[in-house]
């Protein structure tokens, strides 16, 4: 297929247009233009970027890619690399955020959702970024802990008493720690994120809800593997998941 009609497809199927972003959703670096391979990576890191075109990759999609809203504008260091590599080889780069976060299918929150055999609710949070709902059957914390430790192949890092049972979960991938108090709020038992905060300890102690850091990265990897796999099904592309593991 060709890279404007995949860039077309993408923007439809995840309405890049609705969200307010951080960073650009879409093409953010221009390659070839027609696409017969993609490869998937959570980060558009080095390491990503190298093994992907080393296998042959017309275009590389990724949830968190560059120009972020904070970030200093000129191409320089880390980033003058980073895209010149992929200049060179004429391989294109294409992210999307939000969008795949929120998702209600092939997001990350609905493919977490999924593999821990929540039963979702609704949602909340910025552009009903999170997810609320419910186990299938009451579990412990540390039943439910576990359960995700080997789901995501990483243990997470839990604050709350072990022992208690839980059965209304509220998630959200990646850095959503600042949605906890919303989440206590809603009813949840527990709520599971990426990333821990200090005063999320604190919170989680004196409200009783437990909280949950079960990475970044390991919550972030499951959306862009779907949206890979969707293309590649739909597209007759082949597709490769590129992963370089982020203990963060």
């Known amino acids: 297929m060709l890279l404007n009609e995949l860039r077309d497809y993408n923007a ?48 590389i999609l990724v949830h968190h890619g560059y120009f972020w ?5 000129v191409i320089t260091g880390i980033k ?5 590599e992929l200049l060179r080889h004429d ?12 998702h209600p299918e092939l997001g990350n929150n ?11 609710q609704g949602r909340f949070g910025e552009q009903n ?12 914390v540390a039943q439910f802990a576990q359960q995700i430790g080997q789901a995501l192949q990483r243990a997470p890092q839990v604050i709350g ?7 209304n979960i509220a ?13 206590i709020a809603r009813g949840a038992d527990a709520f599971v994120t990426g990333e821990i905060s200090e005063q999320n300890f604190h919170i989680a102690n004196e409200s009783g809800v437990a909280f949950i850091a079960a990475g970044h990265h390991a919550t972030e990897r499951l959306g862009i593997q779907a949206l890979g796999e969707h293309l590649a099904s739909r597209f007759n592309l082949e597709h490769r998941f590129f992963d370089q593991d982020n203990p963060i």
């Open 161 to 167: 008493d072990g022992a208690k049972a839980i059965r």
């Open 129 to 140: 970024i999170a997810c609320f709902g419910a186990l299938e059957q009451p579990l412990t």
């Open 12 to 59: 439809s199927l995840l309405q890049t247009g609705l969200f307010k972003d951080y960073c650009p959703n879409g093409i953010q670096v221009e390659g070839r233009a027609e696409v017969r391979r993609i490869a998937t990576g959570v980060t558009a890191s080095q390491h990503v970027l190298d093994a992907a075109i080393a296998w042959g990759a017309d275009a």
């Open 110 to 120: 609905a493919q977490f959702g999924k593999i821990l055999e929540l039963t979702e």
């Open 69 to 73: 809203r904070s970030e200093d504008a």
């Open 171 to 183: 998630w959200c991938s990646g850095g959503a720690q600042g949605y906890f108090e919303e989440a």
């Open 80 to 84: 003058k690399r980073r895209i010149a």
């Open 91 to 102: 391989v294109s780069l294409l992210a999307y955020h939000l969008p795949l976060d929120t």
